[in-house]
Nanobody, 123 residues
Framework: QVQLVESGGGLVQAGGSLRLSCAAS????????TGWFRQAPGKEREFVAA????????YYGDSVKGRFTISSDNAKNTVYLQMNSLKPEDTAIYYC????????????????WGQGTQVTVSS
């Protein structure tokens, strides 16, 4: 059984930073890519960032490019999302997910999901 657990969310002022973590258990990361998505109230789930297994390739949604950085520590089975220059519009529940194949930006292509962590950015 695969489990993904997000942590690191919270309340921060605009311009501040947070680092989210996604810890996997139940099996290793091998051959799985990890993505971050977010969902704000009343909106569809949005692709934020993704990283290939091994960390060789990274992908970002247009709204976070230049502000967010995704990284991985395979020894710890953990993926991180460093979020800088946060804006009120970044407020959402952030989910991590893993997949074996498919498109990095497509939520429906991911196989496993965490429960999410709330990020709130005040103006």
């Amino acid at each position: 059984q695969v489990q993904l657990v997000e942590s690191g969310g919270g309340l921060v002022q605009a311009g501040g930073s947070l680092r989210l973590s996604c810890a996997a258990s139940g099996r290793t990361f091998s051959w799985y890519a990890t993505g971050w998505f977010r969902q704000a109230p009343g909106k569809e789930r949005e692709f934020v960032a993704a990283i290939s297994w091994g960390g060789g390739s990274t992908y970002y949604g247009d709204s976070v490019k230049g502000r967010f950085t995704i990284s991985s520590d395979n020894a710890k089975n953990t993926v991180y999302l460093q979020m800088n220059s946060l804006k009120p519009e970044d407020t959402a529940i952030y989910y991590c997910a893993q997949k074996r194949s498919g498109r990095y930006y497509a939520a429906q292509d991911y196989d496993y999901w965490g429960q999410g962590t709330q990020v709130t950015v005040s103006s």
